[in-house]
């Protein structure tokens, strides 16, 4: 059962940053890309950034510089740092499998002013 878990969301001052996660199961993790987008009330969904299994990384314009993805193969565990965040940035993100759109529960993000 392929599973994606994101967590490490939270409420922090804009310019301050978080640390997301993603447990992944069910697969073999470096087989495949996995990526991260979010969601924001009344807004569509926003790819933010990917990284393939050989460690090809892609970023969105908006993020680009701010935010930092990683993933460990040892753990099966994606993350992504974000600093300088913006109240802009505030949405639920969720980690995804770009092959079959597969993704998880996502976790809050609220930037205040």
């Known amino acids: 059962d392929v599973q994606l878990q994101a967590s490490g969301g939270g409420l922090v001052q804009a310019g301050g940053s978080l640390r997301l996660s993603c447990a992944v199961s069910?697969?073999?993790?470096?087989?495949?890309?996995i990526g991260w987008f979010r969601q924001a009330p009344g807004k569509g969904r926003e790819g933010l950034s990917c990284?393939?299994?050989?460690?090809?990384?892609y970023y969105a314009d908006s993020v680009s510089g701010r935010f930092t993805i990683s993933r460990d193969n040892a753990k099966n565990t994606l993350y992504l740092q974000m600093n300088s965040l913006k109240p802009e940035d505030t949405a639920v993100y969720f980690c995804?499998?770009?092959?079959?759109?597969?993704r998880g529960q996502g976790t809050q993000v609220t930037v205040s002013s």
């Open positions: 069910g697969f073999t993790f470096d087989d495949y890309a």
């Open positions: 995804e499998r770009p092959f079959d759109d597969k």
């Open positions: 990284v393939s299994g050989i460690g090809d990384i």
